[in-house]
Nanobody, 113 residues
Framework: QVQLVESGGGLVQAGGSLRLSCAAS????????MAWYRQAPGKQRELVAR???????IYADSVKGRFTISRDNAKRTVYLQMNSLKPEDTAVYFC???????WGQGTQVTVSS
C-alpha cells in the first residue's frame, strides 16, 4: 500500500513563497508520474502541475512562471515550489501518484491579501 504524506502548507502573505513536499512510500515512485492538485472551497479539484519520471513537466496556466514542480527519486519525494503567491492560490493542495491512483491527505495553503 502506497502512502503519500504532504507537508509545507501554511499561511503566507500575497507575494510570498511556500514549498510543499510529498513523501511517498512504495517501490514504484521512480517510474510513476506525480502531480499536485488543489481544491478551493466550493470549487472542483484541479491539476496544478505534473512531472513524469524523466522530468518533463506541465503546469496549469494559472501557475505558469510562478510554481515549479520537481522530484527526487532517491528520496521518493516530489516538491512544489510556489512563488509570487496570490490570494486565489488559497486551497487544499493534494499530491497524487498516478500509477495506482494514490492521493495524499492534503495540506492547506492560505494566502492573505
Amino acid at each position: 500500500q502506497v502512502q503519500l504524506v504532504e507537508s509545507g502548507g501554511g499561511l503566507v502573505q500575497a507575494g510570498g513563497s511556500l514549498r510543499l513536499s510529498c513523501a511517498a512510500s512504495g517501490s514504484i515512485f521512480s517510474i510513476s508520474p506525480m502531480a499536485w492538485y488543489r481544491q478551493a472551497p466550493g470549487k472542483q479539484r484541479e491539476l496544478v502541475a505534473r512531472i513524469i519520471s524523466g522530468g518533463t513537466t506541465i503546469y496549469a496556466d494559472s501557475v505558469k512562471g510562478r510554481f515549479t514542480i520537481s522530484r527526487d527519486n532517491a528520496k521518493r519525494t516530489v516538491y512544489l515550489q510556489m512563488n509570487s503567491l496570490k490570494p486565489e492560490d488559497t486551497a487544499v493542495y493534494f499530491c497524487r501518484q498516478t500509477v495506482g491512483d494514490y492521493w495524499g491527505q492534503g495540506t492547506q495553503v492560505t494566502v492573505s491579501s
